[in-house]
């Protein structure tokens, strides 16, 4: 499917990892409003400097007077793990529910959830039906649980508003703009012990930017009312397996500390995103060469 064109496009977040490429790829060829608290000095003017408006708001306060009503799209990218469990419901899940009524009247919601609503243990692939759970306490406190929060207020502001929203529960994304498996080769780099849960292994599914940018407009195209749940998701692979590829590229090795307190295993099952939309292209160990290439070409060997 092709990206939009000629569109009013909300998209919070916009100086986040995962969204600052969309906003790069959609701010060519449309109106892009980013909007975030632009805590950090420069952050407004990287996103202007892609041709988007940089919109200051903070979605845990719900004053929302600089954002236009009138928007097509919103692709909703923001989150904060703040710690602090009031703050962090207040901009994950009521901001949301705020921003859906004031932007009632556009053709999509695009809400991006993430792995991280699923009940941890075990290896098997969650499917969208699995049970949800607090699974990412040992590193983000209040993420699982605002996440899921926040996935509530989407599913009621569908049908409350007629605004068809799409709920895409994201696994690990990565690419040029970085993500965890960069993490993982800057603690390769400065020799920090890598945790990894003591059930190996530790299987995620990686998704590269080319892939979730090309795959918009399909999550555009799979809002509904009710909202759509669907999981995002690139190839499988584990921890162990991408710094050992990682180990390879650069010649750094990965001193990986087993332990129960961490993040385990959670795989998801891609069928229902398959047929909404579509396979992705890049496979894993292309896409963490590129990553490297891109951002630490000094590490890479030969
Ligand atoms: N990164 C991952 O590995 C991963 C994995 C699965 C799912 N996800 C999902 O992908 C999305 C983006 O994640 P990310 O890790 O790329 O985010 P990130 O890098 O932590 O950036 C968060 C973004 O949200 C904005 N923001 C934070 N608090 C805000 C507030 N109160 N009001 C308005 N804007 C606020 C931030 O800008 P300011 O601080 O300037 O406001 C920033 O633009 C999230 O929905 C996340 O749950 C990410």
Not at 29 to 54: I, T
Not at 147 to 167: D, H
Request: charged share 20%; aromatic share 6%.
């Amino acid at each position: 499917m092709r990206n939009p064109t000629g569109e009013k496009i909300l998209i919070t977040g916009p100086t986040s990892q995962v969204a600052f490429p969309i906003v790069r790829a959609l701010a060519a060829d449309n109106q892009v409003l980013g909007l975030a608290r632009f805590s950090k000095d420069g952050d407004a003017a990287r996103v202007e400097a892609l041709g988007a408006k940089a919109i200051r708001c903070d979605l845990a306060s719900g004053e929302l007077a600089e954002v236009p009503e009138d928007v097509d799209l919103v692709l909703n990218f923001a989150v904060v793990k703040s710690g602090d469990f009031d703050y962090d419901l207040a901009a994950n899940a009521e901001g949301v529910g705020l921003l859906m009524s004031h932007c009632r009247g556009a053709r999509a919601f695009v809400h991006c959830s993430s792995a991280a609503v699923y009940e941890g243990g075990g290896h098997e692939p969650r499917s969208e039906g699995a049970p949800l759970g607090d699974n990412h306490r040992f590193m983000f406190p209040t993420y699982s649980i605002t996440k899921i929060a926040a996935e509530a207020v989407v599913r009621l502001g569908a049908r409350q508003w007629s605004l068809p929203s799409v709920i895409a529960r994201l696994s690990v994304p990565y690419g040029d703009n970085g993500g965890w498996p960069w993490y993982h080769l800057m603690m390769m780099k400065g020799g920090v012990p890598i945790p990894v849960h003591s059930e190996a292994p530790s299987t995620f599914n990686l998704l590269h930017e080319d892939d979730y940018i090309a795959q918009i407009p399909d999550l555009v195209a799979a809002a509904s009312v009710p909202a759509t749940t669907v999981n995002w998701a690139g190839d499988a692979a584990s921890i162990e397996e991408w710094t050992a590829w990682l180990g390879e590229l650069t010649g750094l090795p990965a001193k990986l500390a087993p332990t129960s307190e961490t993040i385990g295993a959670l795989e998801l099952d891609r069928a229902r995103m398959h047929e909404l939309l579509g396979e992705t292209r890049v496979r894993w160990k292309d896409g963490i060469r590129r990553m490297v290439a891109a951002r630490n070409p000094e590490l890479l060997k030969g």
